[in-house]
């Protein structure tokens, strides 16, 4: 089958003969051809095939199917590793992917997809995590949190058109873990960002702030006006920013279950100065020239503890 591949423009006929190995389970028929697609690359239909061949292995609830799985992810960039770990927690019980010889990246992010699923993990699991990035996470979904592709909280509050409190505010220097769910929106897609934080002469209560509050905090993004302010749930800026992580902006992939939990929650955490407790928080954006308003645009606000602090984070991309 390899050869009559390569160059082809339509490989989808040959997807009915990879189904019908499937389904007569031969398993290591499908493994080999996806380590041949492996090691000729730079082909795109190629890549479609082993795609293909990865999810009816990883999709199929079998050891022996998983473990084919794991051993084409050691030939994978660590990168692509991410979304065959969302496939293996999707399609594979949780004791099979135990019970499995998992190599430390693709075992790291299988924990994080199996926690946004609702699978419990228990102590055994821990180990795949130390030293690994991906173990300052919990092990249980955090608010707002579903898999990718999935809706979280997504009900909206009514549009805020009080003019609000207007402050005395100084602006400092943002951390750089604000932009932190929308990376790969800026390096690897068409984005833009604006991260600002502020410090007030005056504590805010969260009643104080409007759409005045707001556009007096000369922020880029809002040159124009036509904020659109809307007050917002800790769950609900997870979940905005937690999709924005791991399914990404126009052009990019974005960078999956695993580090979208970690991309969003040090976005979370930088833009409440530390702890979330305390916080309030809204949503928003504008109908103005920097706003591209076609899918792909977020702005979250942060009044933080105390009401002397105000963190933003604006992004907008576009196909």
Same mark, same amino acid.
């Given at each position: 089958?390899?050869?009559?591949? #390569? ?8 997807? &009915? ?34 795609? *293909? ?21 050691? #030939?994978?960039? &660590?990168? +692509? ?16 992917? =135990?019970?499995?010889?998992? %190599? +430390?990246?693709?075992?790291? @992010?299988?924990? *994080? ?20 990035? =991906?173990?300052? =996470?919990?092990?249980?979904?955090? %608010? ?5 592709? /999935? ?40 984005? +833009? ?18 759409? #005045?509050?707001? /556009? ?36 990019? +992939? ?7 939990? =970690? ?15 305390? @916080? ?21 606000? @942060? ?17």
């Amino acid at each position: 089958m390899l050869s009559a591949l #390569r160059g082809k423009a339509d490989v989808r006929p040959y997807y &009915a003969e990879l189904d019908r190995w499937s389904s007569a389970d031969e398993v290591p028929r499908l493994e080999e051809l996806a380590h041949a697609l492996l090691a000729d690359p730079g082909h795109l239909t190629y890549d479609s095939v082993f795609d *293909h061949v990865e999810r009816l292995l990883a999709l199929t609830p079998s050891a022996s199917r998983a473990a084919a799985v794991v051993r084409l992810a050691a #030939r994978l960039p &660590a990168r +692509r590793v991410r979304s065959t770990a969302a496939l293996l927690a999707t399609g594979q019980p949780a004791s099979v992917l =135990l019970s499995l010889d998992l %190599p +430390r990246e693709l075992g790291a @992010c299988l924990v *994080h997809e199996l926690v946004l699923r609702g699978v419990p993990v228990g102590p055994e699991w821990r180990t795949r995590l130390a030293g690994h990035p =991906l173990g300052e =996470l919990p092990l249980t979904p955090l %608010p707002g949190e579903t898999p990718p592709g /999935e809706t979280g909280a997504t009900t909206r509050s009514e549009l805020i058109t009080a003019a609000g409190a207007v402050p005395s505010a100084t602006r400092l220097t943002s951390p750089a873990d604000i932009t932190s769910a929308v990376t790969t929106w800026l390096t690897e897609s068409n984005g +833009r960002a604006e991260a600002a934080v502020f410090t007030v002469a005056a504590p805010l209560a969260a009643t104080d702030v409007g759409i #005045r509050t707001v /556009e007096s905090l000369g922020l880029d993004c809002l040159a124009g006006n036509g904020l659109a302010l809307r007050r917002a749930t800790l769950p609900q800026v997870v979940t905005t920013l937690f999709t924005a992580a791991a399914d990404g902006g126009a052009y990019d +992939r974005g960078q999956g279950g695993a580090y979208g939990r =970690l991309a969003a929650w040090r976005s979370v955490k930088a833009l409440a100065g530390g702890a979330v407790a305390g @916080c309030a928080w809204w949503l928003f954006d504008a109908a103005n020239d920097w706003f591209k308003r076609i899918s792909w645009d977020l702005g979250v606000l @942060c009044l933080r503890p105390g009401g002397r602090g105000i963190a933003v984070l604006a992004t907008t991309d576009a196909d």
